[in-house]
């Protein structure tokens, strides 16, 4: 159950590793726009279910913090982002975005009935290194005049990790709710992109097809997947393997001819990739001592 409950959790890191890609292929959309048409399609799917089995809508009725955490962790996410992106360059907003992964691995250890490891933590640190060397890959300068953007993408990490930690204190709850924390994102990106951006449409089929594809999987179904994979899975490995989302991310991009292989980006894989099985080590060989 927890070893089917974990892979479920890895496959939204595959979906997000398309993240990228599909945002590329969708045209000049600015981002609270294609985050506001994404997050509504993603709602779709769950919509559709309570139609056609509306008992399911009591998922719905939930305390406040529950969806004070839903929403907080994706739009607050997307918003933190978004904000660290226009107030940094992307490269060292990237890099310090992508410390949620450790900051869940490390966080795992306040959680009833979980053990940080060594192999946890080195784990993490293995594919802290490796996102490190794709995302600086041609340097990384830390300017204090970009402080608002660097603080905003600290915080956003650290949402994400958050949310992703306070949703196992969740673990009683259907992931069927996540359908309302999509709509709720919808809707506040949708007040933000009319607040603040000009509004502009997909001008291909191709495009279109990009959005709509964002909206089924990396920031529709992915949200659901990982859901289930921190309440039910092993958290301290999904923490660990989040860093394989930045390496299939490039490697997709180089797929199709977006960029090219490096001999970086060839020590990233090594990096994310051992350091992914060495967190995982539990799972994949078994634990000889329970207790230790």
């Given at each position: 159950?927890?070893?089917?409950?974990?892979?479920?959790?890895?496959?939204?890191?595959?979906?997000?590793?398309?993240?990228?890609?599909?945002?590329?292929?969708?045209?000049?959309?600015p981002p609270f726009q294609l985050s506001a048409i994404a997050f509504a399609i993603g709602s779709l799917p769950g919509i559709a279910l309570f139609i056609v089995r509306p008992e399911r809508l009591k998922a719905l009725r939930q305390p406040p913090k529950v969806w004070i955490t839903g929403i907080a962790g994706l739009f607050g996410y997307h918003f933190l982002?978004?904000?660290?992106?226009?107030?940094?360059?992307?490269?060292?907003?990237?890099?310090?975005?992508?410390?949620?992964?450790?900051?869940?691995?490390?966080?795992?250890?306040?959680?009833?009935?979980?053990?940080?490891?060594?192999?946890?933590?080195?784990?993490?640190?293995?594919?802290?290194?490796?996102?490190?060397?794709?995302?600086?890959?041609?340097?990384?300068?830390?300017?204090?005049?970009?402080?608002?953007?660097?603080?905003?993408?600290?915080?956003?990490?650290?949402?994400?990790?958050?949310?992703?930690?306070?949703?196992?204190?969740?673990?009683?709850?259907?992931?069927?709710?996540?359908?309302?924390?999509?709509?709720?994102?919808?809707?506040?990106?949708?007040?933000?992109?009319?607040?603040?951006?000009?509004?502009?449409?997909?001008?291909?089929?191709?495009?279109?097809?990009?959005?709509?594809?964002?909206?089924?999987?990396?920031?529709?179904?992915?949200?659901?997947?990982?859901?289930?994979?921190?309440?039910?899975?092993?958290?301290?490995?999904?923490?660990?393997?989040?860093?394989?989302?930045?390496?299939?991310?490039?490697?997709?991009?180089?797929?199709?001819?977006?960029?090219?292989?490096?001999?970086?980006?060839?020590?990233?894989?090594?990096?994310?990739?051992?350091?992914?099985?060495?967190?995982?080590?539990?799972?994949?060989?078994?634990?000889?001592?329970?207790?230790?």
């Open positions: 159950m927890k070893t089917r409950a974990t892979l479920i959790g890895f496959s939204a890191i595959l979906m997000w590793s398309v993240l990228a890609l599909m945002t590329a292929a969708s045209g000049t959309m982002y978004f904000t660290a992106l226009r107030n940094a360059p992307a490269v060292e907003a990237g890099l310090i975005a992508y410390l949620w992964p450790l900051f869940i691995v490390v966080g795992s250890a306040l959680l009833p009935g979980e053990r940080l490891r060594w192999y946890h933590l080195a784990g993490a640190l293995a594919g802290l290194g490796g996102t490190a060397l794709i995302v600086g890959a041609k340097g990384v300068a830390f300017d204090p005049a970009y402080t608002i953007g660097y603080l905003a993408a600290f915080l956003c990490a650290f949402t994400w990790a958050g949310y992703s930690l306070i949703s196992r204190h969740f673990d009683a709850v259907s992931t069927d709710v996540v359908t309302g924390f999509c709509l709720a994102t919808a809707i506040l990106s949708l007040v933000c992109h009319l607040g603040l951006e000009a509004t502009v449409w997909p001008e291909t089929s191709g495009q279109w097809a990009a959005v709509v594809g964002l909206g089924l999987l990396p920031v529709g179904l992915a949200f659901y997947a990982w859901d289930y994979g921190v309440k039910n899975g092993d958290i301290q490995i999904l923490g660990a393997a989040s860093y394989a989302a930045p390496l299939l991310s490039t490697l997709n991009l180089i797929i199709f001819g977006f960029g090219e292989f490096t001999t970086m980006i060839g020590l990233s894989c090594v990096l994310i990739t051992g350091g992914a099985v060495l967190a995982a080590r539990d799972m994949l060989f078994g634990r000889k001592n329970a207790s230790t």
